[in-house]
């Protein structure tokens, strides 16, 4: 029984500057906030006791919980976006892989052959992708019946009366999606829900959801997230890759299916994919990542007040981490353990507006704290550097005299660094050092955007006066500085 994402003891130091951990439950939504368990599982064992608390105000996909929950560590968890929310629940009472597989198997009986019919062409076969070029279709793939290799047919008028069978069809389960002036992410106010499906596909997610509503709250829930992480997949978002690798010298002309990337890009080449076989394929893959896990149900308490009378659970708030933060007691939090916005590097809330959509949850975009491109949002570098000395000022607080806060950062911008000034004056907290941390997946738009960030710096701070017990182990991680990070002024 695998207690643990990440076992501290059958790994090297080297492992949490290198972290290879998005296997499994870890790979299993495309959610971008997630922290390697390499290094969290490090200051969890060496920074904490059992029943100590161990705090992430910026909760993100929410692994943490269960790295402190399987030591028997208590835990809070805060995160404005719902999603956040959502996605650690699920972590903490995980589905026995039996009853996921029991509860695809019935939704295949009763959905899959509607959805299918919608994808049926001329010759009785059914499409597993249409190729698109903006408008107009350009090409319909099937499954062979015997092989891998695809079989492409040239589109027929039957699949383009297909098509506009849909062309009026009204979504019924997913609320207005609410999108901001972001060229960073390629959205516009006046977009909607419509720009990022086809119509059919729309149909046939409602089809889903019709069914996925009528399971017990913990299955439903790992439904939900089935489908949230296959919904990029069904999305007019997908892209098709040319001219990927060479034969014997030569250009590939093939064509490939991509994925949908961080951000609403509608490629002028995309695939409409079958929603089924989306859905199916991502189901398949949480089936997998639960046969390897534990079933165990941790303990969740509504409010922090109840999780400090108990010694073991945790508490995860939906809110915003400052006030949250307030109502915490001071000197009870012994590890403070996070990865705060990084500027205006990605705006996860926004880009997560999809998923909370499909979800069905409220968000308060007024209270995030970020830089967005977004005008409207009025959400400048100014508040944000505000907001993070607040941050900085209530993890004094409440951290014990031994405590310790760790914090995952990176900024191109000496500017977006400036919340660490609040360290020079008004907080009773040092910087001890700190060591540059890959990360363990590959981005699409790290890997090609110009000035693209392969790295975050991991910060440790104590208290004045206090030193770190296990320095030794510290100098051996590989990188470790007792000096901040270049871009940064601050002595």
Known sequence: MQLTLFDINTKTIN?????????????????WGKKPTESIAFFIENCTKESDIVLDPFLGSGFISRECLSRKRRFIGIDLNPFAIEHTNFLLELPKASIFQSAVKEIEKKVKQKINETYLIGNQKIASHYLWNNDSLLKVWIRPEVGRNRIELEPTSFDLEKIKCFSNYTVRNIRNINFFTNSKINS????????????????????????IQLFPDLIKRALLLTLTSSSGQM??????????GKTKNKISNKVEVGSWVIGY??????FEINVWNCFESRANKLYKALLNIDEHKYQKYESIELLLEKKQGTSIING???????????????????????????????????????????????KEIVVSNAKERNKKKTEFI????????????ILTDDGTLLIYF?????????FLEILKIGVNLQFIGAFPMEYSTN?????????????????????????????????????WSVSMPQIVSVA
């Open 410 to 418: 990176n900024a191109r911008d000496q500017q977006s660094w400036k």
């Open 15 to 31: 492992n949490i500057t290198n972290p290879n951990s998005y296997k499994g439950i870890y790979s299993f939504h495309k959610y």
């Open 265 to 270: 890009w509608r490629p002028q080449l995309h």
């Open 443 to 479: 981005s699409v738009v790290q890997d090609n955007r110009k000035g693209g960030m392969t790295t975050d710096y991991a910060l440790v701070l104590k208290k004045i006066g206090y030193n770190i017990n296990f320095q030794h182990k510290l100098d051996s991680i590989p990188g």
């Open 188 to 211: 516009k106010p006046e977009m909607s829900i419509y720009d990022l499906f086809t119509y059919r596909a729309l149909h046939n997610i409602d089809l889903l959801l019709d069914e």
């Open 320 to 366: 915003d981490c400052i006030d949250t933060m307030k109502q915490i007691p001071e000197k009870s939090i012994k590890l403070i353990c996070t990865d705060p916005p990084h500027s205006d590097r990605i705006p996860y809330l926004e880009l997560s507006e999809m998923w909370n959509a499909i979800l069905n949850k409220t968000v308060f975009f007024e």
């Open 386 to 397: 505000e907001k993070m000395k607040l941050f900085i000022s209530e993890s004094s607080r």
């Open 235 to 244: 999305s007019s978002m997908v892209f098709a890759i040319t001219n990927r």
